[in-house]
């Protein structure tokens, strides 16, 4: 079992940035993969960031070029680097742990971003 905890969510205006972490209970390294999902409301949860234990990344297209992901598995947390944040990266952001055979997920963070 992984608890995760997710953290670094704010109001920002446009063109900002922010950074996420998500603190799990246990090594990263036995996580096949962990990723970042976010929910607007009235839209469907979507993945945004995913980084597998060996270190592979995929972005969701909107994303690409302003947000990144990565591991400290020293201190067992993933974190999501946002920068140029739009309105549209508005939404619940939510920390998934991918373990087999069952998967974990963090309560979420608010991100806010004013136009």
């Known amino acids: 079992q992984v608890q995760l905890v997710e953290s670094g969510g704010a109001l920002v205006q446009a063109g900002g940035s922010l950074r996420l972490s998500c603190a799990a209970s246990r090594s990263i390294f036995s996580i096949n993969a962990m990723g970042w999902y976010r929910q607007a409301p009235g839209k469907q949860r979507e993945l945004v960031a995913r980084i597998t234990s060996g270190g592979s990344k995929n972005y969701v297209d909107s994303v690409k070029g302003r947000f990144t992901i990565s591991r400290d598995s020293a201190k067992n947390t993933v974190v999501l680097q946002m920068n140029s944040l739009k309105p549209e990266d508005t939404a619940v952001y939510y920390c998934?742990?991918?373990?087999?055979?069952?998967?974990?997920w963090g309560r979420g963070t608010r991100v806010t971003v004013s136009s």
């Open positions: 998934k742990a991918e373990t087999s055979p069952y998967d974990y």
